[in-house]
């Protein structure tokens, strides 16, 4: 089984990076930023996590007030620097754990904390800061994988202190029944106090950030019942970030042993960190046995469906690039280009020879068996002209007249808007039924 080796506190301001980027350690502003990190980074390599879970906000870089998500689960193979401005600070990519973070997702999700899962997206000083001080790296790689745990605290509402502690503490329940054996180590990042706009631009206070580290330790209940306000009263509304910590400490149990606490305030932020290591005991086979039976309910059984493929998480991260290219077809431009030259854009987007293989073929069935999700196939087939019942003909291996006896009414359709034109099946001559010839059989993704 997985277990939790610890838990980190980490502030993430992206004077950490600045520091370590420039080699500020002898510098007397800096020395103490880094004095401050060095026993994480000693802890880390004496425990050496698989994973690190790895809470943050992203800072307005990756993601938008488009779409803002209060709990996001990076789910992706691999993640990339974030450029914020001025272009991407000098690290490696660091990989990613795809199955652990879909088992983490049924097991949240079965316990209703309604998620969204992101891939694709590069990651800001809010995981980049505090990671390149806490893990040694080279132009290689990094000898740890994340999880990373975007939580929405820029737009407010914003998730509850005690939410994100019960999702801490379902967040142990997940890493504890995933049942391949892996070392994980927590991270929290965020805060202290700190506020960088208004007129209280700059706001800091000491006492509370040394109070916050008391009662986190020792009374996380009392910070649970705090409000936003009285939080950003305390420590800045930017600072009321610190409520990301609690999920770390939701993670771990009542009894925990202090290893390390430190505290500086160089500039604008109080910077700390500090390690916790728990002093609870295992769970029990059959507690472990329940947990696992919670978090694979909902699916459970539906192998039985012959000739269906729920677009789970794993398929996703499979397919991920194709189901990418394929989604770029909303936009009018690579319409444009995919009709006039689609080999210049596979190359392009370093699609497999078995992807394009399946696009060039319009091998419909052997799409959805790789990881395509359906909503990719009928954009395709809006852009070349094939109906969405040629589709669903060919994914059952039948001619559209067989395809069409099976229906109440003989109706064609299809999500082609105006650019499309006339449709080759909606012009008087018959629509040729080569679209739904019977396809190939290609491989599932591994």
Known sequence: MASIVGGIAASHTPTIGFAFDRDKRNDPAWTPVFAAFDPVREWLEQRRPDVLFFVYNDHVTSFFFDHYSAF????????????????????????GD??????????????????????????????????????????????????????????????????????????????????????????ATGGLSHQVHGERAGFNNTAWDERFL?????????????????????????GAEVIM????????????????????????????????????????????????????????????????????????????????????????????????????LFERARLSEVERDLVRRRDWIGLIRYGVIFFMLEKLGAVIGVSNLHIYAAMRGQSLEEFQKTRNAQVMYSVA?????????????????AAAAPPDVSRPPS
């Open 214 to 238: 008391d009662l986190y330790e020792n009374d996380p209940e009392r910070l649970c019942g705090m409000t936003h306000a009285e939080l950003a009263e305390l420590g800045g509304v930017e």
């Open 417 to 433: 808007g105006k650019d499309a034109g006339r449709l080759a099946w909606d012009r008087e001559a018959p629509a040729a039924d």
């Open 72 to 95: 996001a689960l990076g789910t992706g193979e691999r993640w990339e620097v974030a450029d914020e401005g001025g272009g991407a600070r000098d690290l490696p990519a660091v990989e």
């Open 98 to 187: 795809p199955a652990f973070a879909a088992h983490l997702a049924r097991s949240l999700v079965a316990d209703e904390f309604d998620l969204s899962f992101f891939q694709g997206r590069a990651l800001d000083h809010g995981v980049f800061s505090p990671l390149s001080m806490l893990s040694r790296h080279d132009a290689a790689g990094w000898p740890v994988r994340i999880v990373p745990l975007q939580v929405g605290v820029l737009q407010f509402p914003i998730p509850t202190a005690r939410r994100c502690y019960r999702l801490g503490q379902a967040l142990r329940r997940a890493i504890e029944s995933y049942p391949e054996d892996l070392r994980v180590a927590l991270v």
């Open 245 to 344: 910590w609690l999920v770390m400490r939701g993670a771990l149990s009542a009894n925990v042993r202090r290893l390390h606490r430190a505290y500086t305030l160089p500039s604008m932020t109080g910077i700390a960190t500090a390690i916790y290591e728990d002093l609870a005991g295992e769970p029990s086979v059959s507690e472990l046995a329940r947990l696992r039976e919670h978090a694979d309910r909902q699916l459970q059984g539906v192998e039985r469906l012959s000739g269906s493929y729920p677009f789970t998480i794993e398929r996703s991260v499979a397919a991920y690039r194709l189901n990418k290219f394929l989604h770029s077809l909303v936009e009018p431009d690579f319409r444009a280009a995919f009709l006039a030259d689609p080999e210049a």
